[in-house]
């Protein structure tokens, strides 16, 4: 009996034992996570994180955390501090790192940002580069004084004051044409519309002046004005539209043929590659921050390839191009030298057609222009090499050739030069300008669409005339060196023009490794700079390189 009892308590025990390292086990099993969250910190809401990236127009950085910094993050910040500082009256900004600066909503949940290639979100770049942008314009070099511009030095003038009797001649009124205004204007600059403003400032030193009131109205017609007519440019290789506006005003307008950050292929030659609505774009926002103004205003635009082409047009040629493609997006091709058929179509998506579109000078017949075919023209041969790049005294012979014998022609052929190597543009066969003012004027920097093909290789053969004339105006040489300066960044003031465009709301107009491209030969000009001096002071001095144009 005794036995048996003995038994029964042994099993009692042993079972409120495993009951009881039971119920520990749970209880650390239930315990466990909860410390283990504790110690982790909380996972950022997705949902925000996508609300910020549509409000902010992310689209080319994946979502990513901060990660380390750079080795010069401290060289990037400070010249930031010292942008922002330079930049009197302007806004602070975040800085370059992202590491200091304003603590928004993400900062303060730990939200993971975009971060480019520096550490820097794309926002922020934008933002600190948008100060030395403003900083770069309020610079002395892109403000020095200047002589009031004489009568003779305008491109047009406005007729005098007409009789009654001739007032209808003073008035533009459409009665052929239901989709254009009726324009009344006068002498009064404040009847005209943005492109007659336009028309009105070309000076024998430049198409519009450093601060002008007039570009916000011009671009904006650009950008956004009804487009009641499309018909085809003649001439050229590749496709290109004149649309007009109802105030008369005219726009070129070049479509997208490839994406933004598609390389030219290295197996085709400088002559065998499509134009870039992009680097129309491009190419307008450098020269401006160069200090030239030479190039026509460009705008990017959003087109509709149905009713803003195809029901408007009147060129029946042109007409006859477009057609639906397989899977239901809008094309055309026209007519031209190259690229027009229908293995080279321009389509919309479905219908939205990215362009490039640049206000048109004056016509012909009221300001004629004089093309000039260049010195430094390329063969446009898979095999003949041209004299400059088999002559090494090349430059000696061009220096004694009208027009580049006397004025300012050479210097102003070398800011075209610079440009393009910038760009890396390898299509300067011709330039132009306006024969009004003889040789004694600007080089129009037009048709730019071959730049900004590649961005991983340099075409050093581009600053030919540079390295071989070893000639260039001391003002372009101020503001090149001004813009190699971490406070003056070329690629970042050029980031943050860029952004004013409208397409830049779909996408950078430049990948990053276009705008590093800038630093990286802007450098390589001023290299070439440097051994002009050197050579000229093994010849006893260097006063020969620079043509002063400083008062």
């Known amino acids: 009996m005794m036995l048996r009892m003995r038994c029964r308590s042994r099993t009692i025990c042993l079972s409120l034992a495993f009951i ?30 996508l609300r910020d990236l549509a409000h902010n127009s992310y689209t ?40 200091s600066g304003k603590k928004g909503k993400d900062a303060s949940m730990g939200v993971p940002i975009n971060v480019g290639r520096y550490g820097t979100t794309q926002a922020e770049s934008v933002e600190s580069g948008m100060t030395k942008l403003e900083a770069l314009f309020d610079h002395r070099f892109y403000n020095t004084p200047t002589h009031p511009i004489a009568e003779e030095d305008w491109l047009l003038k406005v007729q005098p004051k007409a009789k009654a009797s001739e007032k209808s001649s003073q008035e533009w009124v459409s009665v052929s044409h239901a989709d254009y205004e009726n324009g009344q204007w006068n002498s009064s600059s404040n009847s005209h519309p943005p492109w007659l403003r336009f028309h009105l400032g070309i000076s024998r ?16 017609q650009l950008a956004k004005h009804r487009i009641v007519s499309a018909v085809q440019k003649s001439g050229g290789t590749q496709l290109k539209l004149v649309m007009s506006f109802p105030n008369y005003g005219q726009a070129m307008l070049k479509p997208m043929r490839q994406e933004r950050d598609e390389e030219t292929n290295y197996n085709l030659y400088y002559f065998s590659d499509f134009e870039r609505h992009n680097a129309e774009i491009a190419a307008f926002h450098l020269d401006r921050i160069l200090g030239y103004r030479r190039v026509p205003p460009v705008v990017g635009r959003l087109v509709d390839v149905v009713k803003e082409i195809k029901d408007v047009t009147t060129d029946r040629k042109l007409a006859k191009t477009f057609f639906t493609s397989p899977v239901g997006n809008m094309c055309f091709y026209g007519q031209c030298s190259y690229y027009c058929s229908t293995e080279h179509a321009v389509c919309g998506r479905p219908r939205d057609l990215e362009a490039s579109l640049a206000v048109m000078l004056p016509d012909l017949t009221l300001a004629s222009r004089r093309t000039w075919r260049s010195p430094w023209r390329r063969s446009y041969s898979r095999s003949k090499l041209a004299k400059w790049e088999s002559e090494p005294d090349y430059c000696s012979k061009v220096k004694k050739t009208p027009p580049f014998n006397k004025g300012t022609r050479l210097v102003d052929f070398i800011d075209l030069v610079i440009l393009d190597f910038l760009m890396s543009n390898m299509d300067r066969h011709h330039y132009e300008t306006f024969e009004k003012f003889g040789n004694n004027t600007f080089l129009l920097h037009l048709d730019n669409g071959r730049a900004f093909g590649r961005h991983s290789k340099d075409e050093p053969s581009i600053l030919a005339p540079l390295e071989q004339c070893c000639r260039i105006r001391r003002s372009t040489w101020q503001r090149l060196r001004l813009l190699s300066l971490p406070l ?30 800038l630093d990286r030969r802007l450098k390589t000009v001023l290299e070439t700079v440097r051994r002009c001096q050197n050579r000229q002071s093994e010849d006893g001095g260097d006063d020969a390189v620079f043509y002063d144009d400083i008062a």
């Not at 901060?66 to 302007?90: C, F, I, M, V, Y």
């Open 488 to 517: 003056y960044r070329l690629s970042d003031v050029m980031r943050a023009s860029l952004s004013h465009d409208p397409l830049h709301s779909v996408a950078p107009l430049l990948s990053e490794p276009n705008l590093a491209a």
């Open 205 to 220: 030193w430049q198409l519009y002046p450093q601060s002008d009131p007039n570009m916000e109205p011009l671009t904006q």
């Open 60 to 99: 080319s950085v994946g979502i990513i955390g901060l990660a380390e910094p750079p080795t010069d993050t401290t060289q990037r910040h400070s010249s930031n501090k010292d942008a922002n500082k330079d930049a009197k009256g302007h806004v602070q900004t975040l800085s370059d790192m992202g590491l």
């Open 20 to 49: 009881t390292i039971f119920l520990h086990l749970l209880l650390v099993l239930f315990s466990l996570p909860i410390y283990h969250q504790s110690c982790d910190p909380p996972l950022p809401p997705r949902p925000n994180i």
